[in-house]
């Protein structure tokens, strides 16, 4: 006997959508049969008008616990996940410290999981969702970056800039600020097989821009904009691209807001180099005139381009050059994002968006933008496969995981911040009130429905496992 069938749905079975019926056993998908011809099962949940998908692998998020549980916490964090069709996640290393070694993989590993340790005085429950973990691969360490490579990381991390004044504790081991320090990671990560995510903005043109700025006087809203124009995240990006070939590292692109940038990356991959591009739904849908309203609520590194570009960037979508969305979720503060009143610079970057990435790039979808087929494989199957955990996730094929979205397509609603999960729904001011086209029914992880109808199952915090990278 079957313990779930999931019935009647539209289901997304080797890169398109047919009727089927998905049986799960122990976690794991069973068998995609025709409609009725599933054996019994225990719970049948039916999926009458929607369209079942391998569940959301949301390959950039920051929970920052610990260090600052108090912007979200992975227990809080991964409810608005799981109401946003997130199954899997991969958890960046901006934390306090970041997770440079073993060791320090370990501690956030064992708060992720809800065990008791030293540093979980706070005896949080866990994920409620599966995880991967990114290592952090810069400057200050390097000898530990091989090494780290056992402890079952999925990728690397490293930033393109000094420390973020007043966050020594979050960057440390994560900066490549200089030329010989970025060479010696990637010759460290390629020892590894592994990918190096970078942030690619040039640190002397930011940093020269911010002086400049401030000394005529400019600390408004859109000066954090043109402090970070196009040019820094293009000039950041052909550096990484030029030091990845020369040392055969294989390069992820984070969160690319260029069309300059995804010009570069596209003829690297015709020209044969292994180049991840990711993009997300903010640089997508949200050009710079949200800064310049919202102000820090808005403020995001790098930073919110003109609507000329953010049109053009679909083209890179469409045609294969980004290969996944992720959300870049980045939980503060409402008193954090306040300090940006009067001067902008003063403010943290990013917001939160974990629960509303899989609803955005549907509903655009929806609309022509792309197809609903190559929606799922930026949401969820490109990522398994690029890092090496698929089939076990982003696929509905027998024995992978059981990790399945169920989404109406036909059902409008309104996205209120206050009915968010996420601890830092207070900040997410730039989408409040968007008409999105899509609902999120039911999220199923491993098999367990940790959300449906609405509401996220509290039971579930802990069910999330940690999900290893296997190379082919």
Not at 199 to 205: K, Y
Not at 415 to 439: K, N, P
Request: charged share 25%; net charge negative.
């Amino acid at each position: 006997m079957l313990d779930t069938a999931v019935v009647n749905g539209l289901v997304f079975v080797e890169g398109t959508f047919r009727k089927a019926d998905v049986g799960i056993k122990d976690g794991k998908i069973a068998m995609v049969a025709a409609p009725g011809c599933l054996p019994e099962a225990k719970k049948t949940i039916d999926a009458s008008g929607k369209h079942v998908m391998p569940g959301g692998v949301d390959t950039h998020v920051h929970y920052r616990d610990p260090g600052h549980w108090e912007r979200e916490t992975f227990e809080d964090g991964t409810r608005a996940a799981a109401a946003g069709g997130c199954t899997t996640f991969f958890e960046h290393p901006i934390s306090m410290p970041p997770q440079w070694n073993g060791e320090i993989l370990k501690r956030r590993l064992q708060i992720c999981k809800g065990e008791e340790c030293e540093a979980n005085d706070r005896h949080e429950k866990g994920s409620c969702v599966d995880f991967c973990f990114y290592g952090a691969a810069g400057g200050e360490h390097p000898e530990a970056i091989e090494p780290l490579s056992h402890e079952g990381i999925v990728a690397y991390k490293t930033f393109l800039h000094d420390t973020p004044e007043g966050r020594d504790g979050e960057f440390d081991g994560l900066t490549s600020a200089n030329n010989a320090q970025l060479m010696r990671a990637l010759q460290e990560v390629a020892k590894t097989g592994l990918t190096l995510a970078a942030h690619a903005e040039d640190n002397e043109l930011v940093t020269g821009n911010i002086a400049r700025l401030r000394a005529e006087g400019r600390v408004d809203n859109l000066a954090h904009c043109e402090s970070r124009p196009p040019i820094v995240e293009v000039e950041a990006i052909a550096k990484m691209l030029r030091f990845g070939k020369e040392t055969g590292c294989p390069i992820e692109l984070v969160h690319v807001s260029t069309c300059g940038a995804m010009e570069l990356a596209k003829q690297a991959k015709r020209e044969g180099q292994t180049v991840l591009v990711e993009t997300c739904p903010h640089y997508l849908l949200l050009d710079e005139s949200y800064v310049e309203k919202y102000g820090a609520y808005a403020k995001c590194n790098p930073a919110l381009r003109k609507k000329e570009e953010i049109e053009k960037l679909w083209d890179y979508v469409a045609d294969g050059t980004v290969d996944f969305i992720g959300s870049d979720h980045s939980p503060y503060l409402v008193s954090e994002k306040e300090k940006g009143k009067g001067d902008i610079f003063l403010a943290p970057s990013g917001f939160p968006g974990i629960d509303l990435r899989l609803p955005l790039i549907l509903t655009e979808a929806k609309k022509g933008r792309i197809t609903l087929e190559r929606a799922v494989e930026l949401l969820s199957v490109n990522a398994a496969k690029l890092f090496h955990i698929y089939p076990q996730k982003g696929t509905i094929s027998a024995g992978a995981d059981a990790d399945l979205v169920i989404v109406d397509m036909n059902k409008e609603w309104t996205f209120h911040m206050a009915d968010s999960y996420s601890t830092a729904r207070d900040i997410m001011q730039v989408f409040e009130g968007w008409q999105l086209g899509c609902t999120v029914d039911a999220t199923l992880v491993r098999g367990r429905v940790v959300y449906e109808n609405g509401k996220v199952d509290e039971s579930a915090a802990g069910w999330g496992e940690f999900v290893r990278p296997v190379k082919a």
